[in-house]
């Protein structure tokens, strides 16, 4: 969004928080810290009169830029960053929201703004004592199921299949268990045929807690950081020995283990859930090739046939969200399989790399954004620095243009947090986005 | 029910099983195989042609009432005791329901008699692995939810009270949490004001996981088997450095934790959820005196105004549970507070206390029984023998009557567990029940 309501908002950018990625400790310093930069983003959502809190300090010509596309002045926005926690400045963690300090700093903003709700990009257990802090439980949509276990009804694996496989939804063959044993036979079953099997541990963020079991070497990874070769029953025995306790999270949560579906290409989508319905705002596609870590909205190589089925299914989805008494933005993943089949994948009702896209094609390109341009991305664009990267885009005409409602938007800077910035291409077409791309990659060659 | 389809079932009776009720090592034997007993219960919804699994052989006598009375000969219904387990033959466990066996003799049952669905009191993961190996899955309406973690999401205290928050249903103060300082925050704030609280386990069947902390000694203890007074912060947070760990079943699951609601008297109902809609079944009441361990359909104390404002809560928060794919019985408690207050207190999405007692109703009485009849259960009726209670029924003109559809039920046969047996008066009015209950007493006094 920007929530669907007028009411001035307090928006927090806690993409990475510790309470949806358990093992924050087990992160590399450089990465933890790059990933909670993204924070940042939630920048995007701002109205006049709201106020952000991001995770580490902005440079302040980021800032700058980002207000002066949103049609902003400098105070028209407040932002604010915690006292470092437990990880420094690295991620908005629970010691930060919560610290008296910064309670007592955000209750004054609140106060001085006249803010009357809460939107974070993920409803976490701190966002919720931090709102009643702050008195903003009232105004806020679906609160008292946020604030209990709905959060995590909608954003753990194991209540999307069993919600959706009780819809009768695609989805690929697999079981949702506590049970070691129907877990391993369920994976024993699938190998033993040459069929590679995915196990996606219940609670982690995106592909983050996912793991590949093959048959054999040479199965194409992806959609999940680790992979493992297991030849034979005695293998996949062995493998269970040392990993259940790994992937039920010590007994804690649910495992699913489905059939992996081997050369697909991954799919999302955003709604938004609110008392009156649901709203499809988008679907879009994971890149493949040739950059990977970035995001085409709504696609570049998926038949629309095949996006809209997805998007129908995903859609069927929200009607139990909605009944729930969920209130907000949900995201849901499904894959283009070969001969295209189309399953869904998982759902998070929270924000989503997709929300402040959204945002550009919504309020830069207009209503029509879906049909009149495409918008492509990449996360991770080395550059020198964040004011050479605007005067390059600016001298090579490919910086976005509010007139032709096209070009190159700079979406988050994390230049002194990994030498990078994260690009949005408003293109006509799928081949003018890839010509940019090609100029991009020329104007800083390394 | 019965299930609402003609299909044949097969029914199991695991009320008490090491799913729902973690700990079964901690039962003494003797309360373990009196509660593992109550499986028995079950074959009182088998219809011609069905196949009864349950956990302890029964008294052939009283399984020769039991078909009596449901008009059935004695090879109507095939009554199956599965080998014995690591509790010996005391309960239900997966052991048991998986014993190769066992499923072998199941499945020549099944095939017999044509079975096409299974209709267990509690669906837990062995229910869905022996479908599975019995080929049922397909007929059982609900069984992609089921089998994955939907039974689970229909019988935790945290996602209760989340989605029925988020409906703006009445509920008692209070917060669904993992967070030990948000739930030490809220007991300690309501014992401050000299409020009682009541902490309940998540995932625990009943009240067996439920705590009332009290803020002085005297608060009368309803509702939970624990009750701990604690006079000031000091002793909060030491009662917290205690039980945290248990509360949370060492981090695994949520704690609930809300204002306890003194003087209350306990409510509960039944809904069957259907493709097409949710049907209300029944509203009723704990016996609370003279008698304790029994149940009152549609209540013995409860003004109707009050049951009916009860009934239109509970059946508010069945929505979602159709939209999330739930088919099946669902049983929603909750309390009649002083002052007319009505608060709903959990749901559970499997066969309940009062699902054969609804039996009794319909096919007993009709179709209008709740307006007709009032029902009382006593679940520990200490008797010599089951045929002694029968002829002394017989004798005493207090059996049940087909033809003036009133009298004295023996629900479930407990003699050789314990004594005892478990009675459901169908009287006309409360007067004649309470009349009855006496005359019962005098039958076998001492």
Aim: proline residues 7%; charged residues 25%; hydrophobic residues 40%.
């Amino acid at each position: 969004m920007s929530p669907t309501n007028a009411r001035r908002t307090l928006l927090i950018g806690n993409p990475f928080n510790e309470y949806l990625i358990g093992d924050l400790d087990a992160f590399p310093h450089a990465k933890r810290r790059l990933g909670g930069n993204s924070s940042l983003r939630m920048a995007w959502l701002a109205r006049p009169g709201d106020v952000v809190v991001v995770a580490q300090p902005a440079d302040p010509a980021f800032l700058r830029y980002l207000l002066r596309l949103k049609g902003l002045g400098p105070d028209d926005v407040t932002v604010l960053v915690p006292p470092p926690g437990r990880f420094g400045t690295d991620v908005l963690t629970r010691d930060r929201l919560l610290h008296p300090e910064f309670v007592e700093r955000a209750r004054r903003a609140v106060e001085a703004r006249g803010i009357e709700q809460v939107l974070p990009f993920s409803f976490e257990p701190a966002v919720a004592a931090l709102a009643l802090r702050l008195g903003l439980e009232k105004g806020t949509p679906g609160f008292g199921f946020l604030a209990g276990s709905g959060h995590d009804l909608l954003n753990t694996k194991s209540a999307f299949r069993s919600i959706a496989e009780g819809l009768g939804l695609p989805l690929p063959a697999g079981v949702v268990t506590r049970v070691r044993e129907d877990a391993e036979d369920f994976a024993s079953s699938l190998l033993a045929v040459g069929k590679p099997v995915i196990v996606k541990q219940d609670f982690h963020a995106g592909a983050h807690g996912n793991e590949i079991l093959a048959p054999r070497p040479g199965v194409s990874q992806v959609g999940a950081p680790l992979m493992s070769v297991l030849e034979g029953p005695d293998a996949v025995r062995d493998h269970f020995d040392r990993h259940w306790e790994r992937y039920t999270n010590r007994g804690r949560d649910y495992t699913v283990v489905e059939e992996y579906l081997e050369d697909s290409v991954p799919l999302g989508s955003e709604f938004a859930v609110a008392d009156d319905g649901v709203v499809e705002q988008h679907g879009c596609e994971m890149r493949m090739a040739p950059v990977f870590d970035g995001i085409a909205i709504p696609g570049l190589t998926t038949p629309e046939a095949v996006l809209r089925e997805f998007l129908d299914a995903a859609a069927r989805l929200c009607e139990p969200v909605r009944a729930m008494g969920y209130r907000g933005l949900i995201n849901i993943d499904g894959l283009a399989a070969p001969g295209g089949r189309v399953v869904l994948s998982e759902y998070n009702g929270r924000l989503g790399g997709t929300t402040h896209l959204h945002w550009f094609g919504e309020n830069l390109v207009g209503p029509d954004y879906l049909t009149e341009r495409v918008l492509v991305t990449r996360n991770k664009w080395r550059v020198p620095s964040f004011p050479e990267t605007v005067r390059a885009l600016e001298r090579s005409g490919l910086a976005f243009d509010p007139v032709t409602r096209a070009g190159v938007i700079i979406a988050c800077d994390h230049v002194r947090q990994g030498g990078a910035v994260e690009y949005c291409l408003i293109a006509r077409d799928r081949d003018e986005a890839l010509r940019w791309e090609t100029r991009l990659s020329e104007l800083f060659p390394g």
